[in-house]
């Protein structure tokens, strides 16, 4: 039995994942902030679908913006299973907002999660996956780590370094045995689109006149299309999810655009080649794509 760690299990698609990957079969450790205070609803549901389906889930404690939090999970999972074979980095926060507005605090707190959260969780468990016989890290980004939004711009900065990092770690890590992935999910009504933090930069956000009214509008337009027949459903991420992890190992896309895409699909067609030459040519690097 293959196991799985994924991070931002209480809701939208680490929640729907954790089942989904149950059902099929794999030792789900569903993580998250709090499953015995804030999340203990949604962690407890996980438990009794478990129970219910008898099915191997085990919800656990994670914060992945703190080394402690990720180094005591890691000890867990050694000790209770001694493996594992895949990373799903999932936990994010979207600032959605007028971007002068948004404090540096407010930021470093997106990067932190977005970022600077999955670096922590790949190299703490990157030795455990590196022992796996197909190791796999898939890391949840956006159609807005390859296209630009206003007013979400540091979401946008936190997903393209996440891509780019991503990328990297793909070409490094494939002589060793580890796979990486990249799914891009388009809009979904479980997506962090209306949870981001207010601007606490209000001085500056004043000096944007009724300006201020658009990002609430735009989120407006988005929950409307959400109950809308039209609206996508979530349950396609977790099932391009496994759709990856069942593919053979080195024949694994770098990305995956599931949803509506707004040409993304396209722009990583035409860019993929560049990159390629980019690496074969420039870099000499070409035993590892």
């Not at 913006?65 to 594992?84: A, H, N, P, W, Y």
């Not at 109950?227 to 759709?243: G, R, V």
Request: charged fraction near 25%; include cysteine; proline fraction near 5%.
């Amino acid at each position: 039995m293959k196991n799985v760690l994924i991070t931002g299990a209480s809701s939208g698609f680490g929640y729907l994942t954790a089942i989904t990957l149950a059902r099929r079969g794999f030792k789900v450790w569903a993580t998250m902030r709090n499953p015995d205070g804030k999340n203990k609803l949604k962690g407890d549901e996980l438990k009794n679908i478990a129970n219910t389906e008898n099915l191997h889930i085990r919800v656990a404690e994670l914060d992945v913006t703190k080394d402690f939090s990720v180094k005591e999970l890691k000890r867990s999972i050694i000790g209770e299973d001694g493996q594992l074979d895949i990373l799903i980095n999932n936990a994010g926060i979207m600032l959605m907002g007028i971007t002068e507005a948004y404090s540096l605090d407010q930021v470093k707190d997106q990067f932190d999660t977005n970022f600077y959260g999955v670096i922590r969780t790949t190299k703490a468990f990157l030795p455990l996956l590196k022992e796996s016989k197909d190791g796999l890290i898939i890391n949840i980004s956006s159609l807005a780590g390859r296209l630009i939004f206003p007013y979400m711009g540091f979401y946008c900065a936190s997903k393209f370094a996440l891509e780019a990092y991503s990328e990297t770690m793909r070409y490094e890590l494939k002589p060793l045995g580890v796979d990486v992935s990249i799914i891009e999910p388009g809009p979904y009504p479980t997506g962090p689109v209306n949870r981001g933090p207010q601007e606490e930069d209000t001085e500056a956000l004043e000096t944007y006149g009724e300006m201020r009214q658009v990002p609430k509008k735009l989120l407006e337009g988005f929950e409307g299309f959400f109950k809308s027949s039209d609206a996508p459903n979530p349950q396609e991420i977790p099932d391009a999810i496994y759709q990856l992890i069942t593919m053979q190992h080195g024949t694994r896309p770098i990305r995956k655009v599931v949803g509506i895409d707004y040409g993304t699909d396209e722009l990583n067609t035409k860019v993929g080649p560049i990159q390629e030459m980019h690496l074969r040519n420039n870099l000499q690097m070409g035993e590892l794509i």
